[in-house]
Nanobody, 120 residues
Framework: VQLQASGGGLVQPGGSLRLSCKAS????????VAWFRQAPGKEREGVSC????????SYEDSAKGRFTISRGKDKNTVDLHMTNLRSDDTAVYYC??????????????WGKGTLVTVSS
């Protein structure tokens, strides 16, 4: 199983980015997929998750109203659309497979991260 996160980059405050997580080796439609992030010097934290059984989504408080997680248009992808980005969103973003609401330590599979830098 391999996961690959992409779509990161440098964006100005207030801007938008769409991250994509693509899987190979399994069907993402049947798995819950989460996005985590880790800022320099901070612990990895959950950002958002989409469930597999009912499609329910969840968001960390600071992401609510700004980020949207969805099953991607491309097969076997899950996207994270981030809007109104702030400097404190700067981090390496990772996608992972596991159970929504679980600690990052308990996720089953991880992809390499993609760096998001929010700066003017």
């Amino acid at each position: 199983v391999q996961l690959q996160a992409s779509g990161g980059g440098l964006v100005q405050p207030g801007g938008s980015l769409r991250l994509s997580c693509k899987a190979s080796g399994l069907n993402l439609d049947y798995r819950a997929v989460a996005w985590f992030r880790q800022a320099p010097g901070k612990e990895r934290e959950g950002v958002s998750c989409i469930n597999n059984s009912d499609g329910r989504t969840s968001y960390e408080d600071s992401a609510k109203g700004r980020f949207t997680i969805s099953r991607g248009k491309d097969k076997n992808t899950v996207d994270l659309h981030m809007t109104n980005l702030r400097s404190d969103d700067t981090a390496v973003y990772y996608c992972a497979i596991g159970v929504c609401g679980s600690s990052w330590r308990n996720m089953d599979y991880w992809g390499k991260g993609t760096l998001v830098t929010v700066s003017s």
